[in-house]
């Protein structure tokens, strides 16, 4: 199946900081997430990008999908940004059998 | 509001027992998921279905069972063929679509001892 490796596995940053989370696939995609998951374990959907760039507040995401990668962009971090940050994505092959998931980012802001 | 919801957040079982997770959503979405975390992993897809009537195994299908009588409702049961069962347990749905993204319940978590 389709492989998704994610990096850095740990980032530990101060606030105000910037950083940039990458996220290489393995095949082609029709389908690609970038979530983050809170301290109670609730995933939250910050972006549908299969393709493309968008942009919602301090966050902005990439996908070259040409290229099999994807990059989420994180401006003047927060402490409240902190947290697990998963890529996922969905082969374009095959049925619509879900997502298929990264190990993720654990990122730490530090105040 | 539309969303996911998952019930109970918490729930302990002794070894031996079936137990069974809710999920209900009210997005009128076709396509419905189970997914399982360990701790420090990401997530493994369990089972998934199109369609009222129809699912199909995942990745880690072995131990669990699904039904999916309603368009809205996707019960997971984890049985006693499980080794593993103490994980956190994800739902989610998306429109009939490839191209559309997935929304989660937040979770429950399943303890078993």
């Known amino acids: 199946g389709i492989q998704v490796e994610q990096s850095p596995p740990d980032l530990i940053l101060q606030e105000g900081a910037n950083s940039t989370l990458r996220c290489n696939f393995s095949?082609?995609?029709?389908?690609l997430q970038w979530f983050h998951q809170n301290p109670w374990g609730q995933l939250i959907n910050l972006f549908y990008?299969?393709?493309g760039t968008k942009q919602n507040g301090r966050l902005s995401a990439t996908t070259v999908a040409t290229e099999r990668y994807s990059l989420l962009y994180i401006s003047s971090s927060q402490t409240t940004d902190s947290g697990v940050y998963f890529c996922a994505v969905m082969y374009s092959g095959g049925g619509a059998d879900g997502l298929t998931f990264g190990k993720g980012t654990h990122l730490i802001i530090q105040p | 509001d539309g969303g996911i919801t998952q019930s109970p957040k918490y729930l302990f079982r002794k070894e031996g027992q079936n137990v069974t997770l809710s999920c209900e959503q009210n997005l009128n979405h076709d396509a419905m998921y189970w997914y399982r975390q360990d701790p420090g992993q990401g997530l493994r897809l369990i089972y998934y279905s199109q369609i009222v009537n129809d699912f199909q195994k995942g990745d880690i299908a072995e131990g669990y069972s699904v039904s999916r009588e309603k368009k809205e409702s996707f019960p997971l049961t984890v049985t006693s063929a499980q080794k593993n069962p103490t994980a956190f347990y994800l739902c989610?749905?998306?429109?009939?679509?490839?191209?559309?993204?997935?929304?989660f319940g937040n979770g429950t978590r399943l303890t078993v001892t």
């Open positions: 989610a749905s998306n429109p009939s679509s490839y191209n559309s993204p997935l929304h």
């Open positions: 990008i299969p393709s």
């Open positions: 095949d082609s995609v029709n389908n």
